[in-house]
């Protein structure tokens, strides 16, 4: 039984992270001529509205998206997906959080594809709404993590899987990871994006363990938080793992995430980390 709603989350530090590096990882791909795929195996409604009960409830944008806004001092990769944001919202009115499916597909050339599963019945009627007809996307009520493997290798050879589970259970921590090195074995060349929250440190170094005994070579690591570890507010920090992330990634990475760190901390607890899992082969 799933009861995650991405609507109370839509926009919090955590989905800024998440929709820098996705953005940093689509602008990369678009650079060839030759034509990509995305696979988007957990894609929630699409767009959400930042003035529903659900949002309002509680105001976690606040920690997110509404602190990046109105500043004109942002990182180019940040400003690039706040510029995205906007373009969601007319005349800078600030109602609406556009979510991976909408932000990939703004991110599509006409030749390229975007993939996208979502379980929940509720959820999948309101992507259906807000994907509209595109000949471009497939939408699948489906498991994302079982049924992304039939589809790979894409034809295009060229890909990003996008894995952002909401770890309603235990066991998502394993099953990413076997998931992970199934997709692998089929398409060794593609690149993969798994996001994983903070809530208990002990999962993430055993999640982190298993990447590196993997053998998947290229993994890179890059999260933020905005409290200390143990703070007892929930969600401390997230993170993307990232396997044959853009060569390019770490260093904008390495720059972007003191900044975030620093606007987006709690009380000055803002920290991120950037570190290689599995070095390139
Ligand atoms: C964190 S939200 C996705 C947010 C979205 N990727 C974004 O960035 O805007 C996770 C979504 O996955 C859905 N979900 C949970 N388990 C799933 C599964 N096995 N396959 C597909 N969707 C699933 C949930 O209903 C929820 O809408």
């Known amino acids: 039984m799933l009861s995650y709603r991405h609507a109370f989350h839509a926009g919090n530090f955590a989905d800024v992270l998440k929709h820098v590096v996705l953005i940093e990882i689509l602008a990369y791909l678009a650079q060839k001529e030759k034509p990509f795929c995305v696979i988007d195996t957990h894609a929630g409604g699409g767009k959400y509205a930042l003035d529903s009960d659900f949002a309002l409830k509680t105001r976690e944008f606040d920690t997110g998206i509404s602190r990046l806004w109105e500043r004109d001092d942002l990182p180019q990769s940040v400003a690039n997906y706040v510029e995205l944001q906007k ?11 556009a979510g991976s499916p909408l932000l990939i597909k703004q ?3 006409a030749k390229d594809r975007l993939c996208l599963f979502e379980l929940h019945s509720n959820e999948f009627e309101i992507l259906k709404t807000n994907m509209k007809l595109d000949k471009r996307v497939q939408l699948d009520k489906a498991d994302g993590l079982k049924h992304s ?5 894409p034809v295009e050879r060229r890909g990003l899987v996008l894995i952002d589970p ?7 921590y394993s099953d990413v990871v076997k998931t992970l090195i199934q997709m692998h074995k089929r398409f060794a060349t593609g690149t993969y994006a798994l996001w994983y929250p903070v809530i208990e440190r002990g999962r993430n170094e055993t999640l982190e363990n298993a990447f590196k005994k993997s053998g998947i070579s ?4 890059f999260e933020l938080g905005i409290n200390a570890d143990n703070s007892g507010r929930g969600m401390n920090a997230s993170g993307m793992i990232i396997i044959n992330p853009p060569w390019n990634l770490a260093a904008t990475m390495e720059t972007v ?3 975030l760190a620093n606007i987006l901390g709690e009380n000055g607890a803002g920290n991120f980390r950037v570190e290689t899992l599995t070095t390139e082969k």
């Open 218 to 221: 290229n993994i890179q690591l």
């Open 149 to 153: 493997l039939g589809l790979l290798p």
């Open 87 to 97: 373009r969601f919202n007319q005349n800078g009115q600030f109602k609406t959080y």
């Open 107 to 109: 991110m599509l050339r």
């Open 166 to 172: 909401s770890y309603e259970m235990k066991s998502d």
């Open 257 to 259: 995430l003191p900044w």
